[in-house]
């Protein structure tokens, strides 16, 4: 018996150095359909998103704010799904190992990026609201300054507020089991693996993910529902008609991101399972990132226009 609490205080004592993401795990067979699929959507939503800031670059008359936030999402989304899906590939192929400061430090990019994403989404209804609702007054609302200005602020905002959930558990202490049952480092699986008391970094981090998703979420619902009033006092028509459609892309993007994210951080017991759990977590971090691509891409005919004249001048440059 002495033996026996003696071998446990020594396993209690030991400090963690790694993690392992065990991912899908338990569908083996499936690992290489996955590896497959994953890597041509993860190149996917880089290419779709670099031909988007392209566009938006090249182009002048792309250079208003709505294509300006548009650029800003484009990159935003490159990034964050960047700093989870490489290492979820590598799990398809081996057993995916993270020490505990790279597991931190890619909760800290990807939870400081997906909160940015909830602001930088709030501020482009907020364009959609002034363009549709104050036209004549939208030039001057939406000067270049107040446009760089609510950017930085929405991306601050989002390393600000992480970077204090990453300190408080920066000061949890790991041993003992050291497999996160995910694909990246999220906050309850690595949580859940803590020899120290969590409860600090668990109250402050759902309190923190409380208000960042429901003050930009209802900034874009009160947003949505003064363009809803302004168009419905528009007769029926072509312009009743371009304003939805306006609006439409972002309504869709909106509704997958906050949907599931809402799901898993504001109300986690609506998700019964792990593998629930994982399925959600890869809506928001590799389905909603294609969207944005494709649906601001095909639906947007100057986006079409932009880059079809790019092409031109390439082939132009390189027959001359």
């Known amino acids: 018996m002495w033996l026996i609490h003696m071998e446990a205080v020594s396993i209690e004592n030991q400090t963690t ?28 939503i880089i290419t779709g998103n670099m031909l988007i800031i392209v566009a938006v670059v090249s182009s002048q008359r792309l250079h208003t704010p709505m294509y300006f936030f548009l650029a800003n999402l484009s990159f935003l989304e490159i990034l964050y799904t960047s700093s989870v899906v490489p290492k979820m590939l590598e799990g398809f192929l081996k057993e995916a190992v993270i020490s505990v400061a790279g597991c931190l430090l890619q909760f800290f990019i990807f939870g400081s990026l997906a909160t940015a994403e909830c602001f930088l989404l709030a501020v482009m209804a907020y364009d959609r609201y002034l363009a ?20 930085v602020t929405a991306w601050l905002s989002g390393f600000m507020i992480d970077g204090l959930v990453v300190a408080l558990m920066s000061q949890l202490r790991f041993c003992g089991p050291n497999h996160i049952d995910h694909f990246y480092c999220d906050f309850m699986p690595l949580v859940e693996l803590a020899c120290s008391d969590p409860r600090v970094a668990q109250v402050m981090t759902f309190i923190l993910s409380v208000v960042c998703l429901t003050v930009p979420f209802g900034l874009i619902l009160t947003s949505y529902g003064w363009i809803l009033v ?8 072509a312009s009743r008609r371009k304003a939805f459609s306006t609006c ?64 031109y001048i390439k082939q132009t440059e390189i027959f001359d």
């Open 132 to 151: 549709i609702c104050h036209p004549l007054r939208y030039p001057l609302l939406m000067g270049p300054r107040w446009c760089l200005g609510m950017v």
């Open 17 to 44: 150095t790694e993690f392992v993401l065990l991912g899908f795990y338990d569908i083996p067979e499936l690992h290489l359909l996955f590896f497959i699929v994953f890597t041509v959507v993860y190149a996917s």
């Open 230 to 237: 302004t168009v419905l006092r528009v007769p029926a028509g």
């Open 248 to 311: 439409s892309s972002h309504v869709a993007v909106v509704s997958t991101f906050y949907g599931t994210l809402m799901i898993l951080y504001v109300a986690p017991s609506a998700v019964h399972s792990q593998l629930l759990s994982k399925v959600f977590a890869l809506l928001y971090t590799v389905v909603t990132p294609i969207f944005n691509p494709v649906i601001y891409t095909l639906r947007n005919k100057e986006v079409h226009q932009a880059l079809w004249r790019l092409l």
